[in-house]
């Protein structure tokens, strides 16, 4: 009798505990399937972030690079106003007699130093060397 | 190792960013593409120069005493830590003396740059050798600056020597374009101012004892002019012959020539001042 009542009760714990089981391995699968899944979409996400970054940091580079070779392409074409006659704003509104514009040029003409030569070469040793007997 | 990659990526970028943006443009710099374009950043630009080769000028003056000094210390003693204290100064003030010639060549090429009146292709022409020298000139200091020992040191001094023989004439050239253009343009003036006291005269005619000082005074003008022609056929005269080098005492010629000119100019302002008077 009680090797019965004991495998009644052994049993029905049986029964119980089954539906238990069998909840917790379908949860085990969900949670293999979603660590799988996870694993083969984000090497692609970050595949898909570092590709973007080295595009970026080429187009950077080609940008500067075309930028710096088409500035050194662009030609510097000197000024080419006449300088010869043309009144600055201050004669405009001063003195525009005749005398007084040839007084101007003269004063600008007698401030000219040829002579004491602005562009003088520097002073400097055109032998320097080391000396040894 | 992912890591790794991205990190060595990155940095690949950095440097030829850096290499693109940092030192292309300092290395291939010429005074064309550092000096202004703009006729209103001329004065400031060459007051900056002026500055800059002022005191560079000192500084040059400073590192030469040193070197002249070390090398009478080394004469006296003849040991090997005069010797390497010689090295180092001899190199120091040539490096000195290359910063001074660069900036007298920036100087030359913006004053050459803004001087109207000059024909084109002989501006081009020393534009463009003032730009061979400065090249050169920047060459010799990264040369310099890589010797080590006093043999090195010497073969600069030897390289150096030839490079300012064929660059004087050059600068030579440069100023007397630069002055006789100067010059040019203030007689040009001179006659735009003529013709307009002329035209004044005809516009406002007067007669008695005016109008004969008004002839007087023309004739006065005149008779300059004339003379400001035969000081131009003398200053022609002094031309470069074909191959003919520039020199100093060529120069000093020229600039005598141009002075008599200046001169002559004046003495032509003062009569066209006196005669729009009248």
Known sequence: ???????????????????????????????????????????????????????????????????????????????????????????????NSLSAQIKQKREELRRLELSQDSLAFPQIDKKIEIKID | ?????????????????????????????????????????????????????SNQVQSYQTVYRRYSLATVQYDKLLTLTALGELVNATKETMLKRGDVLVSYIDILYLELRFTQNIDPKIKQDLLRRLEDFHDAFLNQQVLITNSQDYQAINERAGTFEKLIIDFEPISIETKVAINKAKITVADETSRVFYQQVSDYYQQNPVSGFQAVERQRAKE???????????????????????????????????????????????????????????
């Open chain 2, 220 to 278: 006065e003008i005149d008779k300059a002019f004339s003379q400001l022609s035969d000081l131009w056929t003398e200053f022609d005269k002094l031309g470069l012959k074909e191959k003919q080098k520039a020199s100093q005492s060529w120069y000093s010629q020229v600039l005598k020539s141009l002075n008599s000119l200046q001169n002559q100019l004046l003495i032509i302002y003062s009569y066209l001042e006196e005669a729009s008077r009248l």
């Open chain 1, 1 to 95: 009798m009680n090797l019965i009542q004991s495998r009644n009760q052994n049993q029905t714990v049986f029964n119980q505990e089954v539906p238990v089981l069998d909840n917790s391995l379908e949860e085990s699968e969900q949670e293999i399937r979603r660590i799988e899944k996870s694993k083969i979409t984000e090497p692609a996400k970050k595949r898909t972030w570092r590709f973007w970054l080295f595009v970026f940091m080429i187009g950077l580079v080609l940008l500067i690079g075309i930028s710096v070779i088409i500035a050194s392409f662009i030609p510097q074409s000197p000024p080419t106003t006449n300088p010869v006659v043309q009144p600055t704003p201050t004669e405009q509104y001063e003195d």
């Open chain 2, 1 to 53: 190792m992912f890591r790794r990659k991205i990190i060595s990526i990155i940095i690949i970028c950095a440097l030829v960013i850096w290499a693109l943006v940092g030192i292309s443009p300092v290395a291939a710099q010429t005074p064309g593409q550092a000096l202004p374009n703009d006729l209103t950043e001329y004065a400031p630009t060459k007051a900056q120069l002026l500055s800059l080769y």
